[in-house]
C-alpha cells in the first residue's frame, strides 16, 4: 500500500503546510508543482506513480479547472482533493466539474487546510480504490467451492428508511459466507473478485437469491414491510449477460414474488457500456424490477449518464457520506442527486450513514433514504426478524 502525492499550488508555504500534515498521515511521498502546465507534463508521463493530488484553483499559466478538465481526458486515476482559498461558489463550481467527470473527487477544501481533513479523503481513497485499502487475505479457490456445495452462502439484510418518518422502505442483501463449523462469516471483499475469477459468481449468487428470497416470504409479512422491497447485487459483467433478466424473473415466478418488490443493485467498479448492459436494464425496468446503480460517485457513471439510464434509484457512496456534515463537496454531490433524483422521479439512497452528526445533516434532506450502522447493522434472518420486532415496539429506526 504505497500512497506518493502531488501538490499542485503556486504558494511554496501551502505547499510545506500541506506537506507536514501529510507527512503526519504516513504517505510516503509528497511532492510539489508551481503551476498547471508542468503538473500535467509530470501526470502524463508518471499517471500512475501518483495515487493522489491536490489542486489549488488560481495559478499561473494553467488554472486548476483546466487542469482538472484535462486530467479527466488523460484518464488519471488517482484521488483529487481540490484546497483553495477562493470563494466556496467558485470551489463548488469546480467540484461540479470533476464531478461529471471521471475523476476521483475526495473533497473540495477551502484554505487554510487541516490535517484530519486530509485525513477523511485519504480515508474515501481506501474506500474508492480497493487496490490501496489494506488487504484482507482471500479465500482459496476449494474452500469457496466448498462453501457454496454446502450451503453456507448466508444472506444479511440491511435495512433502508425514509429520513423523515422512519418507514422501512427497503433492505439490502449481502452475502457472507460461513466458514468451519463456528459461525465464522467471511465478507464479500475476500470471495467476489476470486469468484468472478473462477466463474463461480452466477452459482453463488443463485445459492443467495434461493435463500434469500425464502427468508423474504416472511420478512416481507411483517406490518411494517407490507410496503418494503428487497435489493439485490448484480456485477457489470453479470448484467452483461443477456440471461440474467429471464433467470430473475423465473426466480420470481417459482417464489411468487412480484418483481416490483425487487430491486438489482448495479455495482459502478466498470464503466456500463455495454449494449448487453443497457438491453439488461431495460429488460429488468421493463418487468417491474428496481434497478439501482450503487456506490454512485466512487465510479464511472456521473451525473449526465444517470439521465440516460432507465433506472429507479440512486445510491450516494458512503465513503461520500462519510464527513458529509462538515464538507461542502459531498453536500453539492448530494445536492445534484436529488435535484436529478426529483426530476427523474427516482429514489436517492445515502449509504453508510454511521455518524451521528452525518445523521443530523441527512435528516434535513428531503426525499432521501437511510442506509448504515447508526439505521441497522447487517443482520442474517433471525437477528432482523428480532431487530423489527423491536422495531415496531419502539416506532423508531435506530434500534
Known amino acids: 500500500m504505497t500512497i506518493n502525492v502531488l501538490i499542485i499550488d503556486d504558494s511554496l508555504s501551502s505547499c510545506r503546510v500541506l506537506s507536514k500534515h501529510f507527512m503526519q498521515l504516513n504517505v510516503d511521498r509528497v511532492e510539489y508543482c508551481s503551476d498547471g502546465q508542468t503538473a500535467l507534463r509530470t501526470l502524463t508521463k508518471y499517471k500512475d506513480d501518483y495515487q493522489l493530488i491536490v489542486v489549488d484553483l488560481h495559478m499561473p499559466k494553467m488554472d486548476g479547472i483546466e487542469l482538472l478538465i484535462r486530467l479527466s481526458k488523460i484518464g488519471f486515476k488517482g484521488g483529487v482533493i481540490i484546497a483553495s482559498g477562493m470563494e466556496s461558489r467558485i470551489i463548488e463550481a469546480a467540484s461540479q466539474v470533476v464531478v461529471n467527470s471521471r475523476l476521483r473527487l475526495l473533497g473540495a477544501l477551502m484554505k487554510p487546510v487541516c490535517s484530519s481533513q486530509l485525513k477523511i479523503c485519504i480515508e474515501r481513497l481506501f474506500m474508492m480504490d480497493s487496490e490501496l485499502a489494506p488487504k484482507q ?34 433492505f439490502e442483501v449481502l452475502c457472507r459466507i460461513q466458514q468451519g463449523e463456528q459461525l465464522q462469516l467471511i465478507s464479500p471483499s475476500r470471495f467476489i473478485d476470486l469468484a468472478e475469477e473462477h466463474n463461480l459468481l452466477n452459482t453463488l449468487t443463485d445459492k ?43 426466480y420470481c415466478e417459482a417464489k411468487q414474488l412480484e418483481p416490483s418488490k425487487v430491486t438489482i443493485e448495479i455495482t459502478e467498479n466498470q464503466v456500463l457500456n455495454k449494449q448487453s448492459q443497457h438491453s439488461s436494464i431495460s429488460r429488468l425496468r421493463m418487468h417491474n424490477f428496481g434497478v439501482a446503480i450503487d456506490d454512485f460517485g466512487t465510479g464511472y457513471t456521473n451525473l449526465s449518464q444517470l439521465c440516460k439510464l432507465p433506472i429507479s434509484e440512486v445510491k450516494l457512496d458512503m465513503s461520500l457520506v462519510k464527513g458529509i456534515h462538515l464538507d461542502p463537496l459531498a453536500q453539492t454531490i448530494l445536492k445534484s442527486l436529488q435535484d436529478i433524483s426529483q426530476s427523474l422521479g427516482v429514489d436517492l439512497v445515502a449509504e453508510g450513514v454511521e455518524d451521528i452528526r452525518d445523521l443530523n445533516y441527512l435528516e434535513q434532506i428531503d426525499d432521501l433514504r437511510l442506509q448504515g450502522y447508526l439505521i441497522c447493522r447487517p443482520k442474517p434472518f433471525s437477528e432482523i426478524m428480532r431487530w423489527l420486532k423491536a422495531h415496531e415496539k419502539v416506532g423508531c429506526g435506530q434500534v
Do not use: F, H
Not at 482459496?140 to 425514509?162: G, W
Open 137 to 170: 487475505p482471500m479465500m482459496k479457490v476449494k474452500e469457496l467451492q466448498e462453501a457454496i456445495n454446502s450451503d453456507k452462502v448466508i444472506p444479511y439484510y440491511q435495512a433502508q428508511m425514509d429520513v423523515k418518518t422512519g418507514e422501512i422502505k427497503g
Open 208 to 250: 443467495l437469491i434461493t435463500r434469500a428470497m425464502d427468508e423474504w416470504r416472511e420478512i416481507s409479512r411483517v406490518s411494517s414491510c407490507l410496503a418494503s422491497s428487497i435489493s439485490i447485487n448484480l456485477t457489470p459483467n453479470q448484467l452483461a449477460q443477456r440471461s440474467w433478466p429471464n433467470r430473475l424473473m423465473r
